[in-house]
């Protein structure tokens, strides 16, 4: 299945009861909107679908893993409940991967910027290649991983989360991801990734998909509140990307 956007695309294949979904935008697989809308959809229906029994979330090229939210549309918010509703595309993604029944395994072929990290953190187990370096500029362009932070804080905890946030524009290697615990298992070339990823995906999908759903469940224990908390942040976000600073730092970072 194929859902198609204005711009970027998310694809849907289903093999072996492995569903990979595919996102793409030609600004190093950001997000705008539309998109984060179409995966969240996505989402919600393959853990309704009895046919699969884990996810593969990956993204397009050989490029960047995901350049987070798209510059262009948060240059275009021009009020709050626009912005409150932008962010909130990524606490509803977060969300749908964070109660969905399935397994959700990460496959991080290079950089992963703002909610990229998101994205990854909210992945149940990550491949990712030695590229696959980190970074949460945020704070450099006047707003901050408020939306994200739950599911990245629940990885790396807070003290790897503090360095992550405050030190806007640096990287962060994969190695340092790994060691942290964002990442699951790095590989030197993408061909060893995909080869690693494709036999652990063959033998997690021959296992009971009932203990895989009960093990979901254990994963995500008291995030409950996240259904409300996630939607504060991104009220919290919504009103910060209206500033002056905010809308400099987004035009030059743009240039």
């Not at 990524?90 to 910027?113: L, P, S």
């Not at 703002?114 to 362009?141: M, P, R």
């Not at 190695?175 to 070339?189: D, K, M, P, T, V």
């Not at 008291?222 to 409300?228: F, H, L, S, Y």
Request: hydrophobic share 45%.
């Amino acid at each position: 299945m194929n859902t198609l956007s204005p711009v970027g695309f998310i694809a849907t294949t289903i093999d072996n009861k492995t569903a990979t979904i595919t996102f793409s935008h030609p600004a190093s697989n950001s997000f705008p909107s539309n998109l984060l809308r179409d995966l969240t959809n996505e989402l919600n229906l393959l853990s309704e679908n009895e046919l699969v029994s884990l996810i593969v979330l990956k993204s397009e090229g050989n490029g960047a893993f995901c350049a987070g939210a798209s510059f262009d549309e948060l240059l275009s918010i021009d009020n709050f409940e626009d912005g409150k509703l932008f962010f909130s595309g990524f606490a509803n993604v977060i969300n749908a991967m964070r109660i969905c029944q399935k397994i959700i395994i990460g496959r991080v072929q290079g950089k992963a910027v703002g909610g990229g990290v998101g994205l990854a953190s909210a992945c149940d187990y990550v491949f990712a290649t030695d590229n696959a370096s980190v970074k949460l500029s945020e704070l450099a362009i006047g707003i901050g991983p408020f939306v994200i932070e739950p599911a990245v804080s629940r990885k790396i905890g807070k003290t790897a989360m503090s360095q992550l946030t405050l030190a806007a524009h640096d990287w962060k290697s994969a190695q340092w991801a790994f060691e942290n615990g964002l990442y699951s298992e790095i590989f030197s070339s993408m061909e060893d990734l995909d080869t690693s990823l494709a036999l652990f995906t063959s033998k997690l999908s021959s296992y009971n998909p009932e203990a895989l759903e009960g093990m979901k469940q254990v994963f995500w224990e008291n995030t409950a509140n996240w259904n409300t908390l996630l939607y504060d942040r991104a009220a919290i976000s919504g009103q910060l990307v209206l500033s002056d600073f905010t809308k400099n730092a987004l035009s030059a970072f743009k240039k």
